[in-house]
């Protein structure tokens, strides 16, 4: 196996930097080969670093043209200077300034880091270590700093020039075709979170007043021509400052607030001060164009862009193991605001799915870290669900804990102390703990240890005493690095439900007035005294731990859950752990009889009687079966992902076949009146009538194939055009071939329609998806270089087409290794991501597990890998767990 040489950074070697930059004047002239940058820095030694330390900028392939200190340019004796790296040994111990000259070239810049060019505009990248792609820098963000930028170039190569903070000058450069703009900045900010932006867009704008009377101007620009695209996401952008005041006491601190769109980004969107860059699919909307969850992902992604103004920007990251400091935060901000946008319980689930489909799945695999990682080779393979989505759940399991007033006080706490600083996970904490008086080191855990948590549960009744008694035990298996595991401070939201939906008598003195017990301990009991008759427990309600749960109740006892607990979450759960105790044994061959089924699909029939029509979003939630991935990770080992599919499709099958007239019903009363609104209540009609089409195509394929094509033709909107070629894609013959043609056909302009298009192609269950990629390869709107391209077409096939994907002939790993190490070439993160894919081969059975191994051993083979790849390979091959 390849031996990593890259050095490892490690949390507890921080230390602060030994110099300062007080501000930055950065001349930028922009040019498609050579662009100059000519940076000039006010430095002074850090009274907190070492006294006689030589001053060391990082860099990484810069083309260094001269160097000056205090205005006197240095000569080649007193500087050491690399594409690496610049550094000057003996570096005044006062303040000086220091003049940098270098060239870059954004039109080969194909890595998307540092300044590179997006459909011919100018764009930049910086998070985490870009800015050194573009000056030597202390590029980390404990080093803030005042920027100033001018931006210079052709007229009309670039009529937009963007910085960050706000416009001071704009002009022409006498005697030339070209134009300069000034952006100053006045809120000291990390290098990560530079921008500026040249090129020809199109413009819409709105202005905003903030609570306290500014005036601030809102504009996002876009492709021209797709100006009216972007409404949705002004308008979204709009509703998340006015929550973020109301909510946080938030206020915006600028002129004016820019977003770009590119269609060449590596991730979804960049929180630049001012000047948020985003990838354009999550920018652009039409009813023509995009699906309610595309609407659904620019509002949540807009606002946790903005959002970062505050938990991210104005308090920073002191190191990059902080990550989750501003991640973790802003997500749970997202999802707040986006619940309180839509319908919470609906959301709370949809957030939960992704959470154990990303998150869970990692925390299994070969590549689980902590929230806070204490080490790393490589930072940009930290930006995981791990630090994202588990980050976020740690925040709101604070707020479940300490409550919401006290949780609102800590937060305001945190902003005043912290506010301009880099700070730490500690700094959060202390925050809460000095405003509630409470000790939370116990409860710090969370960012320190990784695997996620199991809950065992037992629940007894005593009938003569009237008491029900829950004994809870919890433990954590072994995760790389990590082999002892301690007791984590789990809170347990729960509550008892009736066999009769009648409120549950029962009291508990362990159990605080918001409803939760805190298991702080391996093992605990608690019991409910004044039980008149045998409860159910509902456990975790809102999902109010990251964690996963055994528990020893039959089905019938969980399905009273769905019919009559208060909580919808656990409503939910009782009808997905049902289906998924089904489904994981028809998978593996257990015994599994009819009346099993039939009495799981009888309490589907009955919920849809009663409940479906009050909240068809969360009716469309409870008749989806678990994925086949989920069912996968439930097996947890031998895994074979053919007769999870068989297994999958039978349930799909019988449950369309017994709720037939139910489904049918849906499928013809929902149907949209008026002209389409992307609102939460119009797409839950939406989801439970294609949820509705899908299982009426498994009970019967010929009528499924029949509605779908008239569907297709008859659609005004993605949503439900898409939702039908979806349908199709699972009913092989000719119907299919000529549907997935004329989509082809109609949207061959719109390259983010055409991402859909890959992608359901991609998921197609059959033995010919392989050569079908392979040929989607050569359309002429595939671009390798492009992510959106490559994530829609191969990163769908990887993650979410598990038998093609994992075939038993290893045919599927050996093509993602091919393309993992075709794309290093040009782009290491986006290969890194997609490499990813392999972190479910050891739950295998052993004919794939061998062909994957042999794929990832292909991989680490090859010299010369980026980085980012040789980690994550060596990582997925690391031997046992918890070394
Ligand atoms: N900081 C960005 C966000 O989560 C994500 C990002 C990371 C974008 C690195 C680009 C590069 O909002
Ligand atoms: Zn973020």
Redesign the pocket.
């Known amino acids: 196996m390849r031996i990593d040489t890259n050095p490892i950074v490690r949390l507890e070697d921080y230390r602060p930097s030994d110099f300062l930059i007080d501000s930055v004047e950065l001349d930028v002239r922009l040019h498609p080969t050579e662009t100059r940058v000519i940076a000039t820095l006010a430095m002074r030694p850090n009274p907190e670093g070492r006294p006689d330390a030589p001053l060391a900028l990082d860099g990484d392939e810069l083309n260094l043209k001269s160097v000056a200190l205090n205005g006197r340019t240095l000569a080649g004796e007193e500087f050491e200077a690399s594409p690496q790296a610049l550094t000057i040994a003996q570096a005044p111990r006062q303040p000086f300034t220091l003049t940098i000259e270098t060239e870059i070239n954004p039109t080969t810049n194909t890595k998307l880091m540092g300044l590179y060019r997006s459909s011919g505009n100018y764009c930049t ?1 910086c ?2 270590e870009g800015f050194r792609r573009i000056t030597y820098f202390l590029d980390r963000p404990d080093v803030l700093s005042v920027y100033t930028t001018r931006i210079e170039a052709e007229g009309d190569d670039a009529p937009v020039l963007l910085g960050n903070g706000n416009p001071v000058e704009s002009g022409t450069v006498d005697g030339s075709d070209r134009h300069y703009a000034v952006w100053h900045d006045p809120h000291p900010k990390p290098s990560y979170l530079f921008a500026l932006v040249g090129g020809r867009l199109g413009r819409i704008a709105k202005n905003f007043t903030t609570m306290s009377g500014r005036e601030v101007e809102l504009a996002i620009y876009v492709e021209p021509g797709k100006e009216d695209r972007a409404d949705y996401a002004l308008d979204a952008l709009e509703r998340s400052m006015r929550w973020d005041e109301r909510v946080f006491g938030r206020e915006y601190d600028l002129d004016v607030f820019n977003i770009v769109a590119v269609s060449d980004f ?6 630049n001060k001012g000047l948020n860059i985003f990838n354009d699919k999550y920018v652009l909307a039409s009813p023509e164009t995009a699906t309610d969850m595309d609407y659904a992902h620019i509002e949540a992604i807009i606002a ?2 903005y959002f ?1 103004n505050w938990t991210g920007n104005r308090v920073t990251c002191r190191d990059w193991f902080q990550l989750c400091l501003k ?1 973790g935060l ?1 997500v749970f901000r997202d999802q707040e605001f986006s619940s309180d946008e839509r319908s919470r319980p609906v959301h709370r689930i949809a957030e939960v799915k992704t959470l154990r489909a990303r998150q869970f799945l990692e925390d299994s695999s070969p590549l689980a870290h902590p929230v806070r990682p204490t080490q790393y080779r490589e930072i940009n393979n930290f ?1 995981t669900a791990t630090v994202y989505e588990k980050g976020a759940e740690i925040v709101r399991m604070l707020k479940t804990i300490i409550g919401d007033e006290d949780f609102r006080r800590g937060m305001d706490l945190y902003f005043d102390r912290c506010d301009g600083t880099a700070a730490t996970v500690e700094d959060f904490l202390r925050a809460f703990a000095d405003v509630t008086g409470r000790d939370l080191s116990h409860f710090a855990r969370w960012y320190e240890q990784s695997g996620t948590p199991r809950v065992k549960v037992k629940g007894r009744y005593d009938p003569d005493a009237q008491t029900y008694r829950l004994d809870l035990a919890q433990s954590t298996s072994p995760t790389p690095g990590q082999v002892k595991k301690d007791a984590m401070a789990i809170p347990v939201a729960l509550g008892l439900v009736m066999h009769d939906g009648s409120p549950s008598n029962g009291t508990c003195d362990r159990v605080d007035s918001r409803g939760v017990f805190l298991l702080d301990k391996p093992e605990d009991s608690i019991a409910f005294t004044g039980v008149t008759s045998l409860p159910v427990p509902s456990l975790f309600r809102g999902f109010s731990a990251p964690v996963k749960v055994s528990l020893d109740l039959p089905n019938e006892e969980l399905l009273v859950l769905l019919r009559h607990d208060m909580d919808a979450f656990n409503r939910w759960q009782a009808a997905q752990t049902v289906a998924m105790r089904l489904l994981a044994a028809l998978s593996t061959g257990a015994e599994v009889s009819d009346a099993e089924i039939d009495a799981f699909s009888a309490a589907l029939a009955s919920f849809m009687d009663r409940d479906a029509c009050e909240d068809p979003a969360f009716a469309a939630l409870v008749v989806t079966l678990p994925s086949e991935a989920d069912i996968a990770q439930e097996i947890g080992r031998d895994v074979n992902p053919d007769t999870i599919h068989r297994a999958r499709s039978e349930m799909r099958r019988r449950i369309g076949l017994s709720c037939a007239n139910h489904l049918r019903r849906f499928y013809e009363s929902l149907t949209d009146t008026g002209p389409y609104s992307p609102d939460a209540a119009s797409a839950g009609r939406r989801s439970l009538r294609n949820a509705s089409l899908d299982l009426l195509a498994a009970a019967d394929p010929g009528v499924g194939e029949a509605l779908a094509v008239q569907q297709l033709e008859s659609a005004v909107n993605m949503t439900d055009r898409l939702a039908s070629l979806s349908v199709l894609t699972t009913l092989p013959g000719e119907a299919r071939e000529k549907a997935i043609a004329r989509f082809g056909e109609r949207y061959r302009n719109e390259p983010l329609v055409l991402d859909k298009w890959f992608t359901l192609q991609a998921a197609i269950p059959e033995n010919g998806t392989l050569e079908r990629i392979k040929g989607l390869m050569q359309h002429p709107a595939f671009s390798i270089a492009n992510p959106n391209r490559v994530r829609a077409l191969i990163g769908s096939f990887a993650m979410l087409n598990q038998v093609q994907f994992n075939r038993a002939d290893g045919a599927g790993y050996r093509f993602l290794a091919s393309i993992v190490l075709r794309t290093d070439e040009l782009n290491p993160q986006l290969a890194a991501r997609l490499l990813t894919a392999f972190s479910t081969w050891r739950m295998m059975e052993n004919t794939r597990r061998s062909h994957a191994e042999e794929a990832l051993r292909s991989i680490a083979q090859k010299p010369n890998l980026s980085r980012d790849v040789g980690d994550i390979v060596s990582r997925s091959l690391e031997e046992s767990q918890g070394k």
Do not use: R, S
């Open positions: 990248q998070e985490a590596n991730m979804g969107a960049m929180e946790h862009e970062h991640e802003t930006y």
